[in-house]
């Protein structure tokens, strides 16, 4: 495998030092026009890239944004990179994206590897297994800007842009009580995470309004696919089973319907299922997922500018408090029609 070309590579082809390759790299008069051509002609020609990471080591400023998220894989954190990304990209910064994998010992090292790159800021979202966050303080005491979304530590000082997932999750809930769902089941996550217990909250809130018993008998911690795939079948052979799934995210809703219909139930005549996320499953399941949207692309835009602002206006003791994105609810086939 060839490997990339390095400044030094450059130098020792034109018998220069490293600091004359650098220089004409970046355009500085200082290097004769000349020789500035043939160096930039020759680094192109043999695709040379600059490294950022180096490039910071030996200064203060920083170009280099990292970012923190748990999975690349699913869809919602992925379109917060595309949001992020056409903020830094139109301020000239470069992204640096790292993946903790839901495991709080890799996100430790990805909070390492970025403080060692000297980027300029971090954005970051918890993984679901995090229950301590020194390293997100190492950032703080480091005096680098730090930006919290969708999942943060609320025991830190640190700013944060933040879905409104109470409001989201009563709005899920309250439609599938006006179409004429009385039992409804709650697949939710680790009371670790303060996204799940304000999306309970918002399912809780939502039953207590119109009267309706909570029963923990059907409530769950089930948050992925093959959670609920192995639950439902449980959920749905009860005597009284419920009429209704009400599910923290799209992938968990989308693993209910399979199971539902696998056992011969009619979605939503039989089973009603809510989402949460509004992601690309929730378009593409048999049949398409009601959900609620949480604009990520948005969110990611504006956590990546509260970030650069506090790049450009650095007070470290100053945080604004959360930023709340409102949320939406998309309705689809897999439930019924508001009863009048």
Sequence with gaps: MKLQLTLKDIAKHFNLSVSTVSRALRNDST????????????AK???????????????KE?????????????HF??????????????HNYTLIITQSNEKMSKEIKCVQTLLSSRVAGVLASISKTTDSYEHFQEIIDNKVPLVFFDR??????????????ENGAFTAVEYLIKTGCKRIAYYGSHASLEIAVNRRNGYLRALRKYGIAEDRKIMYDCDTNLKA?????RVLAMDNRPDAIFAINDNTAAGAIYVA????????EDLSVCGFGDGFISENTDPSITSIDQF?????KKAAELLLNKIKYPNPEETTGPLIIETSLIIRESTGNIIV
């Design 31 to 42: 290097i004769s026009e000349e020789t500035r051509t043939k160096i930039m002609d020759y």
């Design 45 to 59: 020609a043999n695709k040379y890239k600059p490294n950022f990471i180096a490039a910071n080591l030996r200064k």
């Design 62 to 74: 920083s170009n280099v944004i990292g970012i923190i998220i748990p999975e690349i894989s699913n």
């Design 77 to 90: 954190f992925s379109l917060i990179i595309a949001g992020v990304e056409s903020v830094v990209d139109e």
């Design 152 to 165: 943060r530590p609320k025991s830190l000082n640190a700013d944060s842009v933040i879905v409104d997932d």
């Design 229 to 233: 795939k192995e639950i439902t079948y």
């Design 261 to 268: 219909k696998r056992m011969g139930f009619s979605i939503p």
């Design 296 to 300: 990520p692309f948005f969110t990611g």
